[in-house]
Every structure is written in C-alpha cells, then in structure tokens.
C-alpha cells in the first residue's frame, strides 16, 4: 500500500511540473514571449543580456536607483548572450549588455546602451512618482 502512495505522489508530482512549465516551447503571444511580460500594470519586467563568464553583476545605474526600482520593476532576469540567442530567438538580441523593458503586452523599450536603459528607468520612475496621490 506504501508503494502505490508513492508512486501515485510521484506521478502528482511530475504532473504538476508539466503543468507549470514556462511554455518557452509552446508561446501564446504572437510575439513568443508571454512568459516575460509584466502581470501588473504599470510596472515593468527587465530582462538583463549580459557577458556571464564572470558571474552575473547589477550594472552600476540599476545599483543606483535599486531604492526605487520596485516602483517600476516587477521582476528581473539575468541571462547570458548564448543562451538568449539559443532559446529566444524571436528576441533578435546579439550584444550585451542588452536591456529589454516588457509592459503587460509586449516589449516597452530595449537598447544595448546602459545610458539609455538608465534614462528610460528614471523617466518611469519619475512618471510613477507623479502619479501618485498626494
């Protein structure tokens, strides 16, 4: 009888991560990549490209404003170059750093530029905080 529980809890358990999987192979956006954009509305999902020989690090401008990155970052990914030009093709990425910025739809901005991503960040920081009740 201990053996069926066991087997059967197996089963339940490879069920459901099948069931959870990311759908990286099975994408329901036009755009394959529905697992990367934001679930809350005015706020942004990051996906960070960058060279992964040395470990992955915060760039500096995302240290600097990480006091008010969650006014307007829901989540983060760090990824290699390698790895987004395998699996995520339909991304067209091939430099890093790269910063893609997805809304609750598809991409809001992206650029290899750190200067950018950085101004892009503080302009939506900014604008978040002027949205706010008084």
Known sequence: ???LLRIGSLILMVSALVA???????????????DLVSNEEGKYNLLIVLNTSGGFENPEFLQEHNQDMGQVINHSYYR????IE???????????????FFDTNSIAFQTGRS?????????????QGNNQPE
């Not at 959870?20 to 529905?34: E, F, K, M, V």
């Not at 290699?80 to 790895?83: A, D, K, P, S, V």
């Not at 395998?86 to 910063?99: G, K, Q, T």
């Not at 200067?115 to 604008?127: G, T």
């Open 86 to 100: 395998e699996n995520r093709e339909e991304l067209d990425i091939h430099s890093e750093p790269y910063f893609v």
């Open 1 to 3: 009888m201990t053996y």
């Open 20 to 34: 959870c999987s990311n759908g990286q192979d099975t994408p329901n956006t036009p755009n394959g990549y529905a």
């Open 80 to 83: 290699g170059l390698n790895e």
């Open 115 to 127: 200067q950018e991503a950085e101004k892009f960040l503080v302009d939506a920081i900014k604008e």
